[in-house]
C-alpha cells in the first residue's frame, strides 16, 4: 500500500536543531523526499535521497533513511527563524506511471 | 513558462456556483497534479495525470470533482455546486519523471473560498 505519515506540529526554539521524522510503508520506493512550504507560498523541492543511501548531507540539512524501519527524518542544525515552514515528506519509485505520495506535512515553530 | 502558472490565484465564490481552476505547467513535463490543502489539514492528493496514461482519480472526493488536461499540457480542474467545505488552496504541480520521479515544481495555488 502507499501511506506516508509524518506528525503534524514541531516547536524547537531557535539555535537548537530540528529533527522532523517521517515513515512510509511502500518497500519499493526509491526515491524519497523533503519539501518545504513557506507561508502563503507553493511546495518547493528541498532535499532528497536515493533508497540506496542511508544519510545525505546539505550545509545545515541532513537526511537519514533507515530503510528497515521505513524511516526518514531530516534534521535541521541551528534552527533559524527562517525555517518556520511546513516540511513534506514524498515518495516515489521509477516506474514512469508512478506518482509522487505525500505525507501531511509538518508545521515547524520556532520558538524565539 | 518558466514555472508552474495557476490562475486565478483567489476566487470567491458562491455556494452551489461551478469553478475552474487552471493549471499551466512547465514545458515539457510529462505529469501533472492536482493536490488541496484547507486551513490546518495537510497535503490532500486530487488527481494525477502522466501522459497518455488514463489518470489517477482516486483522490477525488465526489463526483462534483472534474479535471481534464487537454494535449497534455493545460489542466482545468471544475468543482460543480460548490460547497462551503471545498473552500481550500487548490495546488498544481508538474513533473518531468524521466529527470528525477518525484521532483515536482508547483505553482502559487488558488485560493478557493466558497461563501
Known amino acids: 500500500g502507499e501511506d506516508v505519515e509524518q506528525s503534524l506540529f514541531l516547536s524547537v526554539r531557535e539555535g537548537d536543531s530540528s529533527v522532523i521524522n517521517c515513515t512510509y510503508t511502500d518497500s519499493s520506493s526509491t526515491y524519497l523526499y523533503w519539501y518545504k512550504q513557506e507561508p502563503g507560498a507553493g511546495l518547493q523541492l528541498l532535499t532528497y535521497i536515493f533508497s540506496n543511501m542511508d544519510m545525505k548531507q546539505d550545509q545545515r540539512l541532513t537526511v537519514l533513511l533507515n530503510k528497515k524501519d521505513k524511516h526518514l527524518s531530516l534534521r535541521i542544525a541551528d534552527t533559524q527563524t527562517g525555517d518556520s515552514a511546513i516540511y513534506f515528506c514524498?515518495?516515489?519509485?521509477?516506474?514512469?506511471?508512478?506518482?509522487?505520495?505525500f505525507g501531511k506535512g509538518t508545521r515547524l515553530h520556532i520558538l524565539p | 513558462g518558466a514555472g508552474v502558472s495557476q490562475s486565478p490565484s483567489n476566487k470567491v465564490t458562491e455556494k452551489g456556483k461551478d469553478v475552474e481552476l487552471r493549471c499551466d505547467p512547465i514545458s515539457g513535463h510529462t505529469a501533472l497534479y492536482w493536490y488541496r490543502q484547507s486551513l490546518g489539514q495537510g497535503l490532500e492528493f486530487l488527481i494525477y495525470?502522466?501522459?497518455?496514461?488514463?489518470?489517477?482519480k482516486s483522490g477525488l472526493p465526489s463526483d462534483r470533482f472534474s479535471a481534464e488536461r487537454t494535449g497534455g499540457s493545460v489542466s482545468t480542474l471544475t468543482i460543480q455546486r460548490t460547497q462551503q467545505e471545498d473552500s481550500a488552496v487548490y495546488l498544481c504541480?508538474?513533473?518531468?519523471?524521466?529527470?528525477?520521479?518525484?521532483?515536482?515544481?508547483f505553482g502559487q495555488g488558488t485560493r478557493l473560498t466558497v461563501v
Open positions: 514524498a515518495e516515489s519509485k521509477m516506474n514512469r506511471d508512478d506518482k509522487i505520495i
Open positions: 504541480a508538474s513533473s518531468l519523471r524521466d529527470l528525477l520521479p518525484g521532483m515536482a515544481f
Open positions: 495525470f502522466q501522459g497518455n496514461s488514463a489518470p489517477d
